[in-house]
Nanobody, 113 residues
Framework: QVQLVESGGGLVQAGGSLRLSCAASGIIFSFRPMGWYRQAPGNQREMVATITTGGNTNYADSVKGRFTISRDNARNSVYLQMSNLKPEDTAVYYC???????WGQGTQVTVSS
């Protein structure tokens, strides 16, 4: 059974930072590309960042230069370091095993202006 558990969300002022974590189980983590997605109220879920097994990364244009995705295969975890947060970053953030339809419960990020 694949499980993804996100944590690290919260309320932060604009310009602040947060670090999200996602712990994965039920998969051979080091063999899987991973991603972070987000969904704001009334919007579709969108890709934020992805990381391959080799560590290559890709970002949505809206977060380039502000967010950094990383992974720790020894801990079966993927992270999202978010800096210079903006109110438009407010959303529920989810991690995903790319190519698989498993999602965690998400973690709420709220950025106040």
């Amino acid at each position: 059974q694949v499980q993804l558990v996100e944590s690290g969300g919260g309320l932060v002022q604009a310009g602040g930072s947060l670090r999200l974590s996602c712990a994965a189980s039920g998969i051979i983590f080091s063999f899987r590309p991973m991603g972070w997605y987000r969904q704001a109220p009334g919007n579709q879920r969108e890709m934020v960042a992805t990381i391959t097994t080799g560590g290559n990364t890709n970002y949505a244009d809206s977060v380039k230069g502000r967010f950094t995705i990383s992974r720790d295969n020894a801990r079966n975890s993927v992270y999202l370091q978010m800096s210079n947060l903006k109110p438009e970053d407010t959303a529920v953030y989810y991690c995903n095993v790319l190519g698989m339809s498993y999602w965690g419960q998400g973690t709420q990020v709220t950025v106040s202006s």
